[in-house]
């Protein structure tokens, strides 16, 4: 049993109810490798923004449980040799499906965990909840919860069809599970294909999909029921128009990917909607850099060369997200 306090982590608990109150959102982003956390943890130290390290299946599988829990402890380190004093960092398990995930997560230093039964029956989701949340609880390790089901592919994570949040639900669910915050559904979604183009309309004059809009009537709902309690949306990559077409232009194939426009997402950061999980943008970011390497530089084979660019690329953009987007900046001095 590892305290995720000794590795210099924090839970979700106090950031959450300042975010609520100061009207901004904290960033959680996902990572798989060192440069994505290198680039998290520098955007994060420099504008001094607290942010949610997510550890997804599909990270697990791809680069360790373990590895990544002592990347965490270490990003603690490296933040504070860039300069960060009192780094407020968070490492938090993404989707965990089973009491025994997020169990093995809690024991072995994460500082909050996910349990996603959203899509078993109401009752057996409150059920699997408030057993993770008894578990967690006894260590001070905060519990995300799910309720509705996002549409969209995320790792090993999807759902044909998504369902909205039921608002006559959440009261109920967030007393009798006891969990800290509530992911909802009002529209968000997971992957860079969000929306089918039948669902969207299309720009006359550039002829890029719009969305539809967020549910914005249900989250008002679900704030009016559950007053100052922390929200969350998944699934809210905006897919950058720019890194689509720059991925496009050198050789890859993505037609008609579309995300959450940004001022929804800025303007929801205003609620009580207290995280933001972005992942999608952060794989394009990086995809872009590294096939423009390699269009342009077809001599190079230092993977640091192409895997550079990509980081620099994924700093501007956990920064442009902090500051432009979520408004997290400077709160955590
Ligand atoms: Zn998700």
Request: aromatic residues 8%.
């Amino acid at each position: 049993m590892v305290s995720y306090k000794t590795l210099g982590l924090v839970n979700t608990k106090e950031m959450f109810a300042k975010a609520v109150a100061g009207g901004y959102a904290i960033p959680a982003f996902n990572f798989n490798n060192m440069e994505q956390l290198q680039a998290i943890i520098q955007a994060a130290s420099e504008t001094k923004s607290p942010v949610i390290l997510q550890v997804s299946k599909g990270a697990r599988n791809y680069a360790n449980q373990t590895l990544l829990r002592y990347m965490a402890e270490g990003a603690v380190e490296y933040a504070k040799e860039l300069g960060w004093e009192n780094p407020q960092i968070v490492l938090h398990l993404d989707h965990g499906d089973s009491f025994e995930i997020c169990k093995s997560c809690v024991d072995m230093g994460f500082s909050s965990v996910m349990i996603d039964a959203s899509h078993l029956s109401y009752e057996e989701n409150v059920a699997l909840t408030k057993k993770v949340v008894d578990y967690a609880h006894q260590y001070d390790v905060t519990v995300e919860a799910e309720l509705g089901v996002l549409a969209g592919v995320e790792d090993e994570v999807q759902a044909e069809e998504s369902h909205y949040t039921r608002p006559e639900e959440v009261i109920d669910f967030a007393t009798r599970t006891g969990c800290d915050s509530l992911a909802i559904s009002i529209g968000t979604s997971h992957g860079a294909y969000k929306f089918k183009p039948e669902q969207c309309t299309r720009d006359e004059k550039t002829g890029r999909l719009v969305p539809p809009p967020l549910a914005f009537d249900i989250l008002h709902e679900i704030e009016a029921k559950l007053p100052g309690f922390p929200i969350v949306l998944h699934g809210s990559s905006s897919v950058p128009q720019e890194y689509v077409d720059s991925i496009n232009a050198n050789g890859g194939k993505l037609p008609d990917a579309v995300g959450i426009p940004e001022e929804q997402l800025r303007e929801a950061s205003k609620s009580a909607v207290c995280k933001i999980n972005i992942d999608s943008d952060s794989r394009l970011a990086m995809t872009a850099a590294i096939r423009k390497v390699f269009v342009e530089k077809p001599g190079e084979f230092d993977p640091r060369k192409y895997c550079g660019p990509a980081r620099d690329e994924m700093k501007k953009l956990y920064t442009h997200k902090i500051v432009n987007v979520l408004g997290s900046d400077g709160k955590a001095e």
